[in-house]
């Protein structure tokens, strides 16, 4: 019998820009909830909430100041209990992110570690004195950060970090940290969550002469991950972010033996139904299928076309890219990073419902369960006057009044 997450449909959806209870002009739980029936009836099974943790915001919530509360501009733990509740009630179950990689700067973890090597918590952060180590991991972000190493005027030591320079890295080397991760996991599941969308799961260990990417030390404690899930949350289900080749996703699905994650987004599977439908051929879509190696029992691919990211590119050629660009995002603005769009699919698909059907009817027909983004069933748009990938996330248009 096939588990709950293999033919489910996912909505992704953010708290913060869908639906407003209380009037203060951003989303919260309470206006989630009221919205549930909504829900419900459009079939979807699953919703995937983006981080509703205390955050300063630097990185849209992915910078996270405390891991066990809800950030107070979307309402009370109370809140979050009923709109949970509810969602069961009404047969939806409900994943959230869990972003082990890094914390906020302000996380009171990093505001301690930065009084010195001789605070307990200097050791749960990635510390040198020199910032050259590491020198074979890539830039992520390179439009915006120049090193994975930023100085901290407390510490005076280099710390590191993979994404923004104000999300320091987590220490997994040192044991605290993987049992901390493991109480926080805990904390939500015990409140009735249905699992996570495990967020940027290759980074998790630093290694000299390596990318410090897909690393055996991460596999090892995604293992203790599913195992501790499994033993005390059966059920739940671990769906993983990473953005690789889907030969190096394999292993982070472990093996029968030693599971990982129960799930992965199929990453390289998404510009390759853009590159098709530019150039209104199958065949880059047959090819990668026929990259896509056979999963271990009680695994699936997650499948989408939108998220609350730029449209990645960077697993095509360059003259992929700009055949894709071309076709759906001609204009510079329309583009971030030299490597993707950032672009919701409606208007990519020249506002035509005929065309966004289509397009969504060929990722249905895909192994995997598909994952939807909030708004696209009513043909949003982007805003591109808004910076990088926070045009693709702008609130839920519930009328077409102002706001």
């Known amino acids: 019998m096939a588990s709950w997450y293999e033919d489910a449909v996912f909505y992704e959806v953010s708290v913060r820009a869908f639906s407003d209870g209380n009037g203060d002009g951003v989303g919260d ?28 915001l630097r990185d849209d919530g992915y910078d ?48 301690s570690a930065r009084l010195g090597p001789d605070n307990p918590y200097h050791a749960w952060y990635v510390w040198s004195d020199d910032p050259t180590r590491y020198a074979d991991a890539r830039i992520i972000f390179t439009d915006t950060e120049t090193s994975n190493w930023a100085w901290d005027a407390g510490a005076q030591r280099w710390y590191w970090h993979r994404f923004f320079s104000s999300q320091p890295d987590l220490n997994y080397d040192h044991p605290p940290v993987q049992q901390a991760m493991l109480d926080v996991a805990a904390f939500w599941l015990s409140r009735g969550l249905d699992g996570f969308r495990v967020d940027a ?5 630093e290694r000299e002469g390596t990318s410090c990417e897909n690393l055996p030390e991460t596999h090892a404690f995604l293992q203790r991950l599913r195992a501790f899930v499994d033993a005390r949350f059966p ?13 190096h996703v394999l292993p982070y699905f472990g093996s029968p033996e030693a599971p990982e ?21 199958r ?13 271990p029992p009680g695994c699936q691919w997650a499948t989408f076309l939108r998220n609350h990211d730029e449209l990645t590119l960077d697993k095509l050629t360059e003259e992929e890219r700009q055949e894709v660009f071309a076709a759906f995002g001609p204009e510079e603005r329309m583009q971030v990073y030299d490597r993707g769009l950032k672009r919701r699919l409606p208007p990519m698909m020249g506002g035509d419902p005929r065309r966004v059907r289509m397009a969504y009817s060929l990722m249905f027909s895909l192994p995997g369960s598909p994952s ?19 045009a693709v996330r702008s609130p839920m248009q519930w009328s077409p009044g102002k706001n």
């Open 235 to 247: 059920g739940a289900v671990l769906l993983g972010e990473a953005n690789q080749w889907p030969v």
């Open 64 to 111: 996270i100041a405390d891991f066990t509360s809800i950030h107070p501009e979307l309402g009370t733990m109370a809140d979050f209990d009923l709109f949970l509740a509810e969602a069961h009630r009404l047969g939806l179950r409900v994943v959230a992110d869990l972003v082990l990689n890094h914390t906020s700067d302000q996380h009171p973890w990093f505001q």
């Open 201 to 205: 799961v290759p980074y998790l260990f």
């Open 372 to 390: 939807l983004y909030f708004g696209e069933e009513i043909g949003m748009g982007e805003d591109l006057e808004a910076e990088g990938r926070m």
């Open 261 to 281: 994650l129960h799930m992965n987004f199929h990453f390289p599977m998404m510009p390759r139904l853009f590159l098709a439908l530019a150039r209104q051929q």
């Open 29 to 56: 739980f309470v206006g989630l909830t009221r919205r549930l029936p909504y829900l419900a009836e459009l079939g979807v099974d699953a919703l995937w909430l983006l981080p509703m943790y205390p955050s300063p």
């Open 283 to 295: 065949e880059p879509l047959v090819a990668i299928l026929a990259q896509t190696p056979a999963l």
